[in-house]
């Protein structure tokens, strides 16, 4: 067993436990000095041997943590203990080095008040130096003065009569103290008037305290009830309330009731860990997030057209920092992107860079897998399309918190490095990072040249230089990639956790994965086909399974998959959702090929929309005609009461129905006969021919006669 100098020694062969320190030895003269920590009386003598044999029978062992030591950087220390411990060692430094003459009683003595006369110190203040440079571990911190201790921090002096702290500069009374009612009053007040949306100042929350708990009375000023502080020697000081508000201040509390607990969240919570400890190895995580890229893009179909900035999806694996997935469009903040993107996390990656005209090899870009957890934004990855993911492809999501977009750290950083790296070099970038251009400069919108295909290529190869050769400055490696010599880049990281790590990648189809990314929706079978959003659908496995027929007895709903960007086809998964029918648009409706479903919602709504004005309007012509109706059978009945007076019995006008629609015929056609040239006749003048009297009293004589033979006839008939 080896003796050191410092070394703490604890005895336990004695009733009490003594710790002491060695302070010097000598192996050659076998003898050692100690001193008792626990008593700090002055250094004495032991023999060596003895020291060794202790240990080695166990009486005697080594106390490994040092309580005594304080270890402190100058940074942290007052200028005060700085000050002090330099004084003491300046004393003290030239009589410790004198071993072991500095430990024998009698040259001790004489050294100490040599070191006295020689720095003006009292041979106490020397002795209460040495005693804690020999306990404390001999170095000059050793000497630091325990100013730490002074006024135990954290606990509250006891409230006296007397006023603490410093006197008030204008002698208006001393003041009171801080009582814990008091300071439960400043508790209440904080809470009330300082912690709210209001966002009141800590003067006005100190004034709205004093008029709600400091009032000695009240009064009435305009009806108003006032009241009437104390004198101001009875009322706590503003600096005393703003000195125990910072003492408690709780800055969680204040950020959350304040402003908003999104705001803390993201702003001021502790940040601590990194992303990547999250992650076990490839494909344990991928991290989704979409961005609105600094460029404007001008329509493939017209190049004058400007259509805007584009949307880019990213899918990278959190072990590697591999991006796995991308998706370039216009669908901004929607499952739609993020569908896309991962649909391409899974894709044939050589296939994918060939529609866009770029050759790679399956090793520069091998990532045609699923993850096992999927974090992103609360937004794309809610509700039952992300259910899909979990309940068919066995994929974990997990979403970040409210305005916590920092938690994806990883894909956040590489949208940045992007954007750095290609911004320069693109026609139609947004300036400075904003919209916003000064007055009198070019428009950088007029700038556009790319469009959606060519600005995909330059976001290829960006992902294709970051996958490669992008070296990760600030990635943590762990041991076994140090071991290796693993370069920092993604690709030779993401190969050497599929070898080393454990293995979470997992392959699929990838018309089965797009079959789960697609949103799902209920459909009616009915006698003419499939109907989703108003539109039928039929397929070869409905027509043998002879379902249409079926749904004439009773319909029924069943779940079907669909692409809203193109509903040409609808699609009916199998019970095991590894395969699925496909069912295609009636050939009739034809109005609705190759439109999108918002296309399809907005026409039928336009339709309910007619249909809805066209009922208005024929409920509107109803009444009127209800009403005109009324107004004839009103006039008629009128009429009819008029004329009723009769002798007839209800059996003899029964009786007469058949011959009085006789004559109402002959009548009826005599009115609505035929009679060509009627109307021209009509505008010639008529001739009129001047008669005698003998000749008018002829005619009026034939005129009554045929009057009297109709009504001889009606007669009979009425008979």
Same mark, same amino acid.
């Given at each position: 067993?080896?003796?050191?100098?410092?070394?703490?020694?604890?005895?336990?062969?004695?009733?009490?436990?003594?710790?002491?320190?060695?302070?010097? /030895?000598?192996?050659?003269?076998?003898?050692?000095?100690?001193?008792?920590?626990?008593?700090?009386?002055?250094?004495?003598?032991?023999?060596?041997?003895?020291?060794?044999?202790?240990?080695?029978?166990?009486? #005697?062992?080594?106390?490994?943590?040092?309580?005594?030591?304080?270890?402190?950087?100058?940074?942290?220390?007052?200028?005060?203990?700085?000050?002090?411990?330099?004084?003491?060692?300046? *004393?003290?430094?030239?009589?410790?080095?004198?071993?072991?003459?500095?430990?024998?009683?009698?040259?001790?003595?004489?050294?100490?008040?040599? +070191?006295?006369?020689?720095?003006?110190?009292?041979?106490?203040?020397?002795?209460?130096?040495?005693?804690?440079?020999?306990?404390?571990?001999?170095?000059?911190?050793?000497?630091?003065?325990?100013?730490?201790?002074?006024?135990?921090?954290?606990?509250?002096?006891?409230?006296?009569?007397?006023?603490?702290?410093?006197?008030?500069?204008?002698? %208006?009374?001393?003041?009171?103290?801080?009582?814990?009612?008091?300071?439960?009053?400043?508790?209440?007040?904080?809470?009330?008037?300082?912690?709210?949306?209001?966002?009141?100042?800590?003067?006005?929350?100190?004034?709205?305290?004093?008029?709600?708990?400091?009032?000695?009375?009240?009064?009435?000023?305009?009806?108003?009830?006032?009241?009437?502080?104390? !004198?101001?020697?009875?009322?706590?000081?503003?600096?005393? /309330?703003?000195?125990?508000?910072?003492?408690?201040?709780?800055?969680?509390?204040?950020?959350?009731?304040?402003?908003?607990?999104?705001?803390?969240?993201?702003?001021?919570?502790?940040?601590?860990?990194?992303? *990547?400890?999250?992650?076990?190895?490839?494909?344990?995580?991928?991290?989704?997030?979409?961005?609105?890229?600094?460029?404007?893009?001008?329509?493939?179909?017209?190049?004058?057209?400007?259509?805007?900035?584009?949307?880019?999806?990213?899918?990278?694996?959190?072990?590697?920092?591999?991006?796995?997935?991308?998706?370039?469009?216009?669908?901004?903040?929607?499952?739609?992107? #993020?569908?896309?993107?991962?649909?391409?996390?899974?894709?044939?990656?050589?296939?994918?860079?060939?529609?866009?005209?770029?050759?790679?090899?399956?090793?520069?870009?091998?990532?045609?897998?699923?993850?096992?957890?999927?974090?992103?934004?609360?937004?794309?990855?809610?509700?039952? %399309?992300?259910?899909?993911?979990?309940?068919?492809?066995?994929?974990?999501?997990?979403?970040?918190?409210?305005?916590?977009?920092?938690?994806?750290?990883?894909?956040?950083?590489?949208?940045? @490095?992007?954007? @750095?790296?290609?911004? !320069?070099?693109? !026609?139609?970038?947004?300036?400075?990072?904003? %919209?916003?251009?000064?007055?009198?400069?070019?428009?950088?919108?007029?700038?556009?040249?790319?469009?959606?295909?060519?600005? *995909?290529?330059?976001?290829?190869?960006?992902?294709?230089?970051?996958?490669?050769?992008?070296?990760?400055?600030?990635?943590?490696?762990?041991?076994?990639?140090?071991?290796?010599?693993?370069?920092?880049?993604?690709?030779?990281?993401?190969?050497?956790?599929?070898?080393?790590?454990?293995?979470?990648?997992?392959?699929?189809?990838?018309?089965?994965?797009?079959?789960?990314?697609?949103?799902?929706?209920?459909?009616?079978?009915?006698?003419?086909?499939?109907?989703?959003?108003?539109?039928?659908?039929?397929?070869?496995?409905?027509?043998?399974?002879?379902?249409?027929?079926?749904?004439?007895?009773?319909?029924?709903?069943?779940?079907?998959?669909?692409?809203?960007?193109?509903?040409?086809?609808?699609?009916?998964?199998?019970?095991?959702?590894? #395969?699925?029918?496909?069912?295609?648009?009636?050939?009739?409706?034809?109005?609705?090929?190759?439109?999108?479903?918002?296309?399809?919602?907005?026409?039928?709504?336009?339709?309910?929309?007619?249909?809805?004005?066209?009922?208005?309007?024929?409920?509107?012509?109803?009444?009127?005609?209800?009403?005109?109706?009324?107004?004839?059978?009103?006039?008629?009945?009128?009429?009819?009461? +008029?004329?009723?007076?009769? %002798?007839?019995?209800?059996?003899?006008?029964?009786?007469?129905?058949?011959?009085?629609?006789?004559?109402?015929?002959?009548?009826?056609?005599?009115?609505?006969?035929?009679?060509?040239?009627?109307?021209?006749?009509?505008?010639?003048? *008529?001739?009129?021919?001047?008669?005698?009297?003998?000749?008018?009293?002829?005619? #009026?004589?034939?005129?009554? @006669?045929?009057?009297?033979?109709?009504?001889?006839?009606?007669?009979?008939?009425?008979?």
């Amino acid at each position: 067993m080896f003796i050191t100098v410092n070394m703490l020694l604890i005895w336990k062969a004695t009733e009490n436990p003594m710790t002491e320190r060695i302070l010097w /030895f000598s192996k050659y003269e076998n003898r050692a000095f100690a001193i008792n920590t626990d008593t700090q009386e002055m250094p004495y003598v032991r023999r060596w041997s003895d020291l060794v044999t202790a240990l080695e029978e166990g009486r #005697a062992e080594e106390l490994s943590n040092d309580p005594y030591i304080r270890i402190v950087h100058d940074s942290q220390l007052t200028e005060k203990e700085r000050a002090g411990r330099q004084k003491a060692w300046d *004393t003290i430094q030239g009589i410790v080095m004198q071993e072991p003459e500095i430990y024998m009683p009698k040259e001790r003595s004489r050294l100490v008040k040599e +070191a006295a006369n020689r720095n003006g110190v009292s041979e106490k203040s020397i002795y209460h130096y040495l005693k804690r440079y020999w306990v404390r571990g001999q170095n000059p911190n050793a000497l630091l003065p325990d100013l730490y201790l002074c006024g135990k921090k954290g606990v509250d002096k006891n409230v006296s009569s007397l006023k603490r702290g410093r006197p008030r500069e204008q002698k %208006n009374g001393t003041g009171i103290n801080v009582t814990d009612d008091i300071k439960q009053i400043f508790r209440v007040a904080i809470k009330k008037y300082y912690y709210t949306t209001a966002q009141h100042s800590l003067k006005m929350a100190y004034n709205l305290m004093l008029k709600d708990f400091f009032a000695e009375s009240y009064k009435y000023i305009d009806d108003v009830k006032v009241p009437i502080l104390k !004198p101001k020697e009875e009322l706590p000081s503003y600096k005393q /309330f703003l000195y125990w508000h910072n003492k408690e201040k709780d800055i969680r509390n204040e950020i959350t009731y304040r402003i908003s607990a999104k705001r803390y969240a993201q702003q001021f919570r502790p940040i601590i860990g990194n992303s *990547t400890s999250e992650a076990i190895g490839p494909g344990s995580i991928y991290q989704f997030d979409s961005t609105v890229a600094d460029v404007y893009l001008v329509s493939s179909m017209n190049r004058n057209w400007i259509v805007g900035r584009p949307c880019v999806y990213v899918a990278i694996d959190v072990f590697s920092r591999m991006i796995v997935g991308i998706y370039c469009g216009f669908e901004s903040g929607s499952w739609l992107g #993020a569908m896309n993107a991962l649909a391409n996390s899974t894709a044939d990656k050589v296939a994918y860079c060939a529609e866009y005209g770029i050759t790679i090899n399956n090793e520069d870009w091998d990532t045609a897998y699923l993850p096992e957890a999927i974090l992103a934004d609360r937004g794309e990855m809610e509700g039952k %399309n992300a259910e899909n993911l979990v309940d068919g492809l066995g994929i974990k999501i997990m979403n970040t918190p409210p305005y916590r977009a920092d938690w994806k750290s990883i894909v956040e950083q590489n949208f940045r @490095l992007t954007n @750095l790296a290609a911004k !320069p070099f693109l !026609p139609g970038a947004v300036q400075n990072g904003t %919209n916003f251009r000064e007055r009198g400069s070019r428009d950088y919108r007029l700038d556009a040249k790319l469009d959606i295909h060519q600005f *995909t290529q330059i976001m290829i190869r960006c992902v294709l230089y970051h996958n490669n050769q992008h070296h990760l400055s600030q990635y943590h490696k762990d041991v076994g990639m140090i071991q290796d010599g693993i370069p920092m880049i993604p690709r030779e990281i993401w190969n050497w956790g599929v070898v080393n790590r454990a293995g979470k990648l997992r392959s699929a189809n990838e018309d089965v994965v797009k079959l789960h990314l697609m949103p799902t929706d209920e459909a009616t079978v009915t006698a003419r086909g499939i109907r989703f959003q108003g539109v039928f659908y039929s397929s070869s496995i409905c027509l043998k399974d002879r379902m249409f027929e079926k749904a004439r007895q009773k319909t029924w709903k069943i779940q079907v998959a669909y692409d809203p960007r193109n509903m040409d086809y609808i699609y009916i998964k199998n019970q095991d959702g590894t #395969a699925y029918d496909k069912c295609t648009m009636l050939e009739y409706q034809t109005a609705f090929k190759h439109r999108a479903l918002e296309e399809i919602q907005y026409y039928f709504e336009e339709e309910k929309q007619k249909k809805d004005k066209i009922e208005r309007q024929e409920t509107q012509g109803k009444v009127e005609l209800i009403s005109q109706i009324q107004d004839i059978v009103k006039k008629a009945d009128s009429l009819h009461q +008029a004329e009723s007076e009769t %002798n007839e019995s209800k059996t003899a006008r029964l009786k007469g129905i058949r011959d009085n629609k006789s004559l109402e015929k002959a009548e009826g056609r005599e009115r609505e006969g035929f009679e060509l040239g009627k109307q021209s006749e009509e505008t010639l003048g *008529t001739v009129i021919q001047m008669q005698n009297e003998a000749e008018s009293n002829v005619e #009026a004589s034939q005129y009554d @006669l045929l009057v009297q033979l109709q009504q001889e006839a009606m007669k009979r008939v009425y008979e």
